[in-house]
């Protein structure tokens, strides 16, 4: 019963070039979020989405991201143009039901140079 | 919108001596409560949750949680911690109106020989 899997679990960039995140969430669930964890801080939302649908993008910056999550597939979180300050840990969560227990995946740690 | 406070950043104890985390919440619905543990490195693990019912929540590792409705709190606690116990602390908080989690900056809770 494999539970949330991230890749890659780290990935370096340079300023410019782009980032894809990808979330498989656990068997049978269709909710899936995505948060950002900066160092030294909590966590903080982005981004709700069932299969191919976003509901909640309040947390995602307005420029440069973007979220999906097909009807086959992983959910991927792809950042254009990457930027120093995006270096942060990426964490997936996926649950069964709405607002239902958030089971997390082991996080991508982007690296920006 | 709901918002967590955890009063500590970080929290220093011995080995087998008693612990809390403090966990403070504001909402203005009814809310989810949840305590996560991040061990260096690794994604977030649900330690215990408190929906509806008992005040009094159990978790894994000999972990619990009271949920205090009129000081709006939701403490963590373990009667005698071990060196394995040695992690950062979220709490979180939803409710059933939102699609996101709130999380807490998150206690660092160090345990020494």
């Not at chain 1, 420029?63 to 990426?90: H, M, N, T, W």
Request: charged fraction near 20%.
């Amino acid at each position: 019963n494999a539970g949330v899997m991230q890749n890659p679990r780290h990935l370096v960039r340079r300023r410019g070039q782009e980032a894809r995140l990808r979330c498989s969430p656990m068997k049978g669930h269709s909710h899936v979020y995505w948060y950002r964890q900066l160092p030294e801080e909590g966590l903080k939302f982005m981004v709700y989405l069932q299969k191919e649908n976003i509901i909640d993008e309040s947390g995602m910056p307005k420029e440069r991201f973007s979220a999906e999550f097909p009807k086959e597939g992983p959910s991927i979180l792809r950042i254009q143009q990457v930027v120093r300050g995006d270096s942060a840990a990426y964490f997936c969560a996926s649950s069964l039901v709405r607002q239902e227990t958030q089971y997390f995946g082991p996080g991508t740690r982007l690296l920006v140079l | 919108a709901q918002s967590v406070t955890q009063l500590d950043s970080q929290v220093p104890v011995f080995e087998e001596a008693p612990v809390e985390l403090r966990c403070n919440y504001s909402s203005s619905v009814s809310v989810y409560l949840f305590w996560y543990v991040q061990y260096p490195n690794q994604g977030l693990q649900l330690l215990l949750k408190y929906l509806s019912g008992s005040t009094l929540v159990k978790g894994i590792n000999g972990f619990e949680a009271e949920f205090n409705k009129s000081q709006t709190s939701f403490h963590l606690r373990k009667p005698s911690v071990h060196i394995s116990d040695t992690a950062e602390y979220f709490c979180a908080v939803s409710n059933y109106n939102n699609n996101d989690m709130r999380f807490g900056a998150g206690t660092r809770l160090t345990v020494k020989p």
